[in-house]
């Protein structure tokens, strides 16, 4: 069984800094891109930043210059540093990953979520 497990969130000030952590667990053979996505309420999920397995980096235009991600591809693990937090960002956080498996092909794997507040 193959499962992401996120953490790091919680309320935070306006511009104040978060550090959200995903590690990726169970039978995994190799992991391609990993990424983060969010959902504010009443909106659909939406990307935020993904990392190639060479560590090629994409972001939303809304968090460009202020959120970086990276990963540690030893420990299976993605992380994405966010600083200069606004309300706007809000959210439910989700941890993405495109993996490969023992006995399965590649698939998309998501976590569970984990809440990001910001406000004063």
């Known amino acids: 069984q193959v499962q992401l497990v996120e953490s790091g969130g919680g309320l935070v000030q306006p511009g104040g800094s978060l550090r959200l952590s995903c590690a990726a667990s169970?039978?995994?053979?190799?992991?391609?891109?990993m990424g983060w996505y969010r959902q504010a309420p009443g909106k659909q999920r939406e990307l935020v930043a993904t990392i190639s397995s060479g560590s090629r980096t994409n972001y939303a235009e809304s968090v460009k210059g202020r959120f970086t991600i990276s990963r540690d591809n030893a420990k299976n693990t993605v992380y994405l540093q966010m600083n200069t937090l606004k309300p706007e960002d809000t959210a439910v956080y989700y941890c993405?990953?495109?993996?490969?498996?023992?006995?399965?092909?590649?698939?998309?794997?998501w976590g569970q979520g984990i809440q990001v507040t910001v406000s004063s």
């Open positions: 169970g039978s995994i053979v190799s992991i391609n891109v």
């Open positions: 993405n990953a495109e993996m490969r498996v023992i006995g399965g092909g590649r698939s998309d794997y």
